[in-house]
């Protein structure tokens, strides 16, 4: 039973691990250049004015697609990964196996205690991610506004009535990942563990993305400048165009280093280094091109069947789009019952870069609107979106699960992560599943 366990763990990882034939980064270019440029200039709008809205398409492809591409990829990369210590471990000095059965420990948090010297865990998790909120607002539903190029240029839109035109779009965003990891964790000395994370990732992006013409021209001279269809006096002024790509193969694979520097009356004090390598595409999103650096430093102590912990860390993220972090987590695991211990964390991760916050069109712009005759000039504040402008993304999470070991070399995990603010892009609920088997 125990080798077909194996067998179908390392089968599910080869099948994981298959590169993806789509490139992901391209998805959101491919939808701004379609509708903002091509179909306007195919729709043969009279005169020029089927290329009005290609600067709003450079504008997206600079500034949004970036934007957006960052967000996906540095959820997916940064996910935490479970705890390097294990409840049941195996030490193997003596040239046998021997099991030892200890508190089964906290799931996503850390403790001070290493395994040993000579003891290995090995372990499989998958984790689903919905990300189905940004800032709190619902992904399916992010919108953003796109205005006329300013010709001739006089630094004011308005003062011809075709700038008066604009576009909106519903992105109608749908984003979700598997992450299925394998987990080794070696005891080098006493006081120092080795840890290995491969993560393989499997991310889709779907949806129908709309986009409107608020025609000015059309409503003021019953003749529209800029349309998808027909004619002037019966414009098609809605399009959309629908995307569904997937990748799947290696993520960043992460490489943990824990040291126990203190042990005194059941109270430990560790330091845990976690670098995450750029081993996955960027282009799909596996990845985010660079190297992260986590370091962390951990208090943990035994009272009895309860152990509480605290972790105070930073987190170092070169992306150019990505903040720094201080995080922390606290929480406790509990022994309940023989082989089960349940376990509650609180989750914070605090931007220090504040200038680093993603920027999806933030602000508005004033458009004049010319009237047909000697009517009073009307000025309209036009929101480019509806994603709520900050320089942070601060997140809180809660984390709340089961270790359950049904013998002494399996161990279960089970555990649900839930956003306890709006920041970020966050999954409403977070599960992870889990399975140790060692030998």
């Known amino acids: 039973m125990q080798k077909k366990l194996i067998w179908m763990i390392g089968f599910g990882v080869v099948m994981m691990a298959r590169p993806g034939l789509a490139q992901l980064n391209q998805v959101f270019n491919r939808i701004f250049t379609e509708i903002l440029d091509t179909r306007f200039t195919l729709s043969r709008s009279p005169g020029q004015h089927g290329e009005h809205f290609r600067d709003a398409s450079i504008i997206a492809n600079q500034k949004l697609v970036p934007a957006l591409n960052s967000l996906i ?102 984003a979700n990942a598997s992450i299925f990891a394998l987990l080794a964790t070696i005891g080098v000395t006493k006081n120092l563990d080795v840890g290995l994370a491969i993560p393989f990732v499997r991310i889709s992006l779907r949806g129908n993305t709309t986009a409107t013409v608020e025609s000015f021209t059309f409503a003021r001279n019953d003749s529209a400048s800029h349309h998808f269809g027909d004619d002037t006096r019966n414009p098609v002024l809605f399009t959309s165009t629908n995307y569904d790509e997937s990748a799947t193969g290696l993520g960043d694979i992460g490489l943990r280093l824990k040291y126990r520097f203190f042990r005194a009356a059941e109270v430990e004090m560790a330091a845990l280094l976690d670098l995450r390598l750029p081993t996955g595409d960027e282009k799909d999103f596996l990845g985010t091109g660079k190297t992260n650096a986590r370091f962390t430093w951990i208090m943990s102590k035994k009272i009895g069947d309860f152990s509480p912990h605290l972790n105070l860390g930073y987190e170092r993220r070169a992306g150019s789009l990505d903040s720094d972090e201080f995080e922390f987590t606290a929480g406790f695991d509990q022994k309940i019952a023989s082989g089960v211990s349940f376990a509650a964390e609180f989750l914070g991760e605090f931007d220090v870069n504040r200038g680093e916050a993603i920027k999806l069109f933030p602000g508005t712009t004033e458009i004049i609107d010319m009237p047909r005759s000697s009517q ?32 002494e070399r399996l161990l279960l995990l089970g555990n649900i992560l839930v956003p306890l603010n709006d920041g970020g892009l966050r999954s409403n609920v977070v599960p992870t599943l889990g399975v140790s088997v060692n030998f």
């Open 73 to 174: 990829a540095s959820n997916v990369s940064s996910f935490p990964l479970s705890s390097t210590a294990a409840g049941i471990t195996f030490d193997v000095s003596s040239g046998m196996p021997v099991s030892i059965m200890e508190s089964l420990g906290p799931i996503f948090a850390e403790n001070a205690r290493t395994l040993g010297e000579g003891k290995v865990n090995i372990g499989f998790n998958a984790t689903y991610l919905s990300l189905d909120k940004f800032r709190g607002l619902p992904t399916r539903d992010i919108q953003f506004t796109f205005t006329h190029v300013d010709f001739p240029q006089t630094g004011v839109l308005g003062d011809n009535p075709n700038e008066s035109d604009l576009v909106d779009f519903d992105l109608d965003l749908n």
């Open 376 to 407: 009073s000039r009307n000025v309209r504040q036009v929101d480019l979106s509806n994603v709520p402008d900050r320089n942070y993304d601060h997140t809180l999470n809660g984390s709340f699960g089961f270790r359950i070991a049904p013998s």
